[in-house]
């Protein structure tokens, strides 16, 4: 299927549930929204999108709205489609892990990195870094410690200038 | 005899957790796995990743497009040509440019020999964990002439910096289509005699056929792809489901598992399959020199990359699987955000719901069987 087919598809099984970005193949789903469109996506038969590629986090640079894209790919029936859920900082997206497994690591990955946070998640945890890490690297505002546990982290560039 | 063991009313049991790593040879680099265990039967297992963590998707963030390849070189340190692969195509999708025709046959020529050097490491280093010590040493024998002609053509062996988004950083020195047909020459009864030594040895076959079964299902669930996949009987390759490149100008096949020795999708199936894929790399190598047509390979390097605003998501068959960059872009020559999806990452998670069930030193075999590197897991 191709991407406005797909769309319609959706539409037509859950009237106004989505939303699409002008200029772009992608479609938008508010965090309420998501947990319902996500089932159709998976369990359709016309759409089974069964492989969840990527969960990608992204700042949107005003230092409240983050998001995470979603790369679906259907084996069964090799389609793709995109869609976005963003969210205001302090508010959580439903976790899809209970649909996808592929779901569990990236959705803590997205937590980890980016300060996302997924409702319902089997057991949200930083994974990259330490338990004890403070704050969300990928985050646009993000400034490194100057010490961890004790140990200075590097800022000093004098020699190399 | 796994259940007897598992029916508590036998013997009085309790669960213990073991661990395993960060420092430890079948581990294949620093990762820790948390074993839950019952006696020797295992019953969860919870990897702990993010030791080479080096925040490869911050450090985009501050470099131009051109200075990231040498860090998507570093990610996956045995098929760093892939990386770059996947890396450049993502970038040119963004920027919407024609390559050369040269320039696809070489990288794919290039690519098909990474592929061939990886999965030597990944099929020798399997047989080490399960205690075949002649095969490893076999192996890397016959990756050192693929590390060879790629010192030939760029000057290093390991973390190469040659597909550049727009091109390749030099054409093919001379004499290197007839090194690299030498070496395929070479290369092909060298998978008979490592079949004849490894594939088909008994005590080979004793550890990993029937062991760590992964049904199909499960593995497109939990985003398993690549070799790990296909040994599961799915027919799922990039380059064939989603062509990319100059691929679709190739006739070559894609070897699945079929539960020759025991279960479909066993560790066994997984491990032929990328025996059976260095094949077909041979051959579509074979094709690609012999259509190999002329021209500029700097033709269409652009002066500078600055794409238009937008995001894209390029995804490409590495050894590994599915490797995906994600990449928005603001309009300057500095990404927005790019986030790499690693294929070794997804394999890794289904090692819990695959171990279950099995012994301590079967987990070695299942563990050696979903190939992974760390440098591309924890980024």
Known sequence: MTFSEITDHIESKTSGKISLIEGKDVIQVTPDNWLEVATLLKDDTSLQFDYLMCISSYDKGNNKTYGAAYNFFSVQLNHYIEVRVEVEDGTSIPSVAGLWRAADWHEREAYDMMGLHFENHPDLKRILLSEDWEGYPLRKKYTEPDYYHGMPVPKDKSYWD | ?379
């Open chain 2, 1 to 379: 005899m796994e259940e007897q063991l598992l029916d508590k009313s036998v013997i009085e049991t309790g669960e213990m957790v073991l661990n395993m790593g960060p420092q430890h040879p079948s581990t294949h680099g620093v990762l820790r796995l948390k074993i839950h265990t019952d006696g020797e039967v295992v019953s969860k297992i919870e990897p702990i990743i993010g030791y080479l963590h080096r925040c490869f998707e911050k450090h985009c963030e501050k470099l131009s497009y051109e200075q990231i390849v040498p860090f998507t070189d570093r990610c996956d340190y045995l098929a760093s040509m892939h990386m770059d692969h996947a890396y450049s195509l993502a970038v040119e999708k963004l920027l919407d440019i024609e390559l050369p025709e040269r320039v696809e046959y070489i990288r794919v020529i290039i690519s098909e020999l990474q592929r061939i050097a990886s999965h030597l490491v990944a099929v020798g280093t399997f047989g080490l964990d399960v205690g075949a010590i002649t095969p490893f040493t076999w192996t890397i024998r016959d990756r050192e002439r693929v590390l060879d002609l790629f010192e030939a053509l760029c000057g290093a062996r390991l973390l190469y910096n040659y597909i550049w988004p727009g091109g390749v950083s030099h054409d093919l020195p001379p004499k290197f289509l007839e090194r690299t047909i030498e070496f395929l020459e070479y290369f092909d009864p060298q998978i008979d005699e490592l079949n004849n030594l490894l594939t088909t040895n008994k005590i080979f076959i004793e550890r990993t056929a029937d062991v760590g079964v992964l049904p199909p299902e499960v593995g497109i669930n939990y985003g398993v792809t690549g070799p790990s996949l296909r040994g599961s009987g799915v027919n799922f390759d990039l380059r064939k489901n989603e062509p990319y490149s100059v691929y679709p100008n190739f006739d070559f096949d894609v070897p699945l598992g079929e539960g020759i020795m025991g279960t479909l999708g066993d560790s066994w199936d997984r491990y032929y399959v990328r025996v059976l894929e260095m094949r077909e790399s041979a051959k579509i190598i074979r094709q690609a020199i012999e259509q190999l047509p002329d021209g500029d390979v700097h033709a269409a390097l652009p002066k500078k990359v600055r794409p238009n605003a937008g995001e894209v998501y390029g995804r490409y068959e590495s050894a590994r699987g599915d490797v995906g960059f994600y990449i928005i872009s603001n309009g300057k020559n500095i990404p927005l955000r790019v986030k790499m999806r690693s294929p070794a990452f997804c394999n890794l998670s289904v090692l819990s719901e695959i171990s279950e069930g099995w012994m301590i030193s079967d987990i070695i075999a299942i563990l050696g069987s979903l190939d992974i590197v760390l440098g591309e897991i924890d980024r």
